[in-house]
């Protein structure tokens, strides 16, 4: 199996930031694309960045010019760094990961259990 295992979450004031980390643990013989998404209280879960093998990343219209989304391959872990922080980025910010865990090269796809990302204004 495949554990991902997110920190980095918290309480931080409007125009602040913050950066999130996700590491893939477990039986891993390659990992895809990763993303991070998110989910506000009454909405429904959102992508706010993906990276795939090769670094190219894409983002959501409300994040771009303010997130960066990044992975670390030997350490098999993502990072979403959050620069100027609002209010409407409040969530649960989740990671998500397209895992090969044989090399047979099928994939398998696995979420964290999602960490608080409270923005006071």
């Known amino acids: 199996q495949v554990q991902l295992v997110e920190s980095g979450g918290g309480l931080v004031q409007a125009g602040g930031s913050l950066r999130l980390s996700c590491a893939a643990s477990g039986q891993i013989f390659s990992i895809n694309a990763m993303h991070w998404y998110r989910q506000a209280p009454g909405k429904q879960r959102e992508l706010v960045a993906g990276i795939d093998s090769g670094s190219v990343t894409n983002y959501a219209d409300s994040v771009k010019g303010r997130f960066a989304i990044s992975r670390d391959n030997a350490k098999n872990t993502v990072y979403l760094q959050m620069n100027t922080l609002k209010p409407e980025d409040t969530a649960v910010y989740y990671c998500?990961?397209?895992?090969?865990?044989?090399?047979?090269?099928?994939?398998?796809?696995?979420w964290g259990q999602g960490t608080q990302v409270t923005v006071s204004s």
């Open positions: 998500h990961a397209d895992v090969s865990r044989t090399s047979s090269r099928l994939t398998y796809s696995y």
